[in-house]
């Protein structure tokens, strides 16, 4: 064999071109091309599961989704399936809150933050739905009061004990804070007006009486929805850099706080004095990272370092965001009626009130990626970010799914109304009193968190007690 038959052969065990495969080279060239086009599809799809499964601590039970399918589809016990359910749905809603974001980002700030506000609580919208549907309005009542007391006293008590802990006194922007509370004001007084008619008639219990509470409350789910749409409008257009100061509350150096500081040593905040003994006039800000020394000199912070920017996280992109989103929708859908199915079986067999179970458990089940959230960002001491989730999404619930659900209810034929009984308004209007009266002036610690806690385990423990026989004599599925 020649010389350059062997080099010949080398070159095509290589894969390397010579002069006898240059006829083949196109298709080569096309298959290769092709096979390349696959490994990119499949090391994109592969990124973006990796992407999906790091966006949430809580992704690791989503093993959960598929049990509780199977168990639903098998009809397990009641208790099983409950339970399975009940753990599915929770990696779910953080799953729905991540693509709902992602999907916020792509975009833009105005229409992201409607799609925020609007998909915040679809978990809670699409429980409540399922159980509408099955005339559950009990369960859906609820529910949706529930979820209001897990934000504002769970959620936001957690966030003040685990932030509190590590520091001192947080601070955050009040006037947020005050504008969310008025607005749960105004929905707890939609609920108190309900109570009242209802207390005032004679036998409301009988069908003509109840249509005039199903009449009011129905005109107040389009008001209470009307001002929801106004307060977008306040948070998204005119006056969207009071919301906006949240993002930029952060300092841009990493520097010990003191209360004494001035810009190159010429200005300083209001009474302090510079190194040439001059004050600054009152409104002038120093410059963060620059203190004032024993003497009263301006100088640098040695220990002060620039925070290194942060690099992008990864984004899922518009396609990406809006299947995701729509899977797990399907998937909330079938959980949610699987749930609510086996709550009957569950009441039969344990004894626990509907009650209990749509106003403590179920709650739990949406809010659970919240909590975390609000927990995390409040011992990192972001506070506005807390805040604005907790009392952000006790505030939809209460003038966005509520009214929602009323109008469903009408639509469907269900009598869901705004009438809660006098047990719950009156917890409802408690909690809501004490949230503004610890919120309003803009600090926070950890006795006020344990002070939340607190009212909402005894909250909890009322409505253990709660036996369903006290609802109301005839009104329908109440």
Not at 374 to 388: E, F, G, P, T, Y
């Amino acid at each position: 064999m020649s010389q350059s038959s062997s080099r010949a052969e080398v070159d095509v065990e290589r894969g390397e071109p010579d002069e006898h495969t240059g006829l083949l080279s196109g298709e080569n060239g096309t298959n290769h091309g092709s096979t390349l086009v696959k490994d990119s599809k499949v090391r994109s799809t592969l990124h973006t599961i990796e992407i999906i499964l790091r966006s949430n601590p809580l992704n690791w039970l989503l093993g959960f989704v598929v049990l509780g399918i199977v168990a639903g589809a098998l009809e397990w016990s009641p208790t099983a399936i409950f339970v399975l359910n009940f753990l599915a749905i929770v990696p779910l809603a953080a799953l729905m809150g991540f693509a709902t974001e992602e999907l916020a980002d792509e975009a833009g700030d105005t229409v992201g933050g409607l799609m925020n506000a609007t998909f915040g609580n679809a978990v809670e919208m699409i429980v409540s739905i399922v159980a509408l549907i099955k005339g559950e309005i009990r369960i859906v009542q609820a529910s949706m009061l529930g979820s209001i007391l897990s934000n504002i006293l769970l959620v936001l008590g957690m966030a003040f004990l685990f932030g509190g802990i590590g520091h001192k006194e947080q601070t955050f922007n009040a006037t947020v804070a005050s504008t969310m509370s008025s607005l749960m004001a105004v929905a707890t007084s939609s609920l108190i007006i309900p109570a009242a008619l209802y207390a005032t008639l004679e036998r409301s219990d009988s069908p003509p009486h109840f249509e005039q509470i199903l009449r009011l409350s129905r005109g107040t789910s389009i008001v209470l929805l009307g001002l929801y749409i106004l307060f977008l409008w306040f948070q998204l257009s005119t006056h969207k850099y009071i919301f906006d100061s949240v993002a930029t509350s952060e300092p841009a150096l990493e520097a010990a706080p003191t209360p004494n500081t001035a810009t190159n040593g010429s200005t300083a905040t209001n009474g302090s004095t510079a190194t040439n003994g001059s004050t600054a006039t009152n409104g002038s800000t120093a410059t963060t990272g620059f203190t004032a020394n024993g003497s009263g000199a301006a100088a640098a912070d040695p220990t002060a370092t620039p925070k290194e920017p942060k690099e992008p996280e990864p984004k899922l992109g518009m396609i990406a965001s809006i299947a995701l989103l729509l899977i797990v929708t399907v998937l909330v859908s079938i959980c949610a009626e699987y749930l609510v199915g086996s709550i009957e079986g569950i009441v039969e067999s344990s004894g626990i009130s509907k009650t209990f179970i749509g106003l403590i458990l179920i709650p739990i089940v949406g809010n659970a990626a919240e909590h975390a959230t609000a927990v995390v960002a409040a011992v990192r001491n972001k506070m506005d970010l807390a805040i604005h989730v907790a009392i952000g999404s006790s505030m939809q619930i209460a003038l966005f799914v509520t009214p929602c659900t009323v109008l469903i209810g009408w639509a469907i034929g269900q009598p869901m109304s705004l009438y809660f009984q006098t047990f719950e308004t009156v917890v409802f209007f408690v909690s809501t009193y004490l949230t503004y009266y610890v919120i309003q002036d803009g600090k926070s610690n950890y006795l006020e968190g344990a002070m939340l806690l607190g009212i909402y385990i005894i909250i909890a423990i009322s409505f253990f007690v709660y036996p369903d026989s006290a609802n109301i004599p005839g009104v329908p599925s109440l």
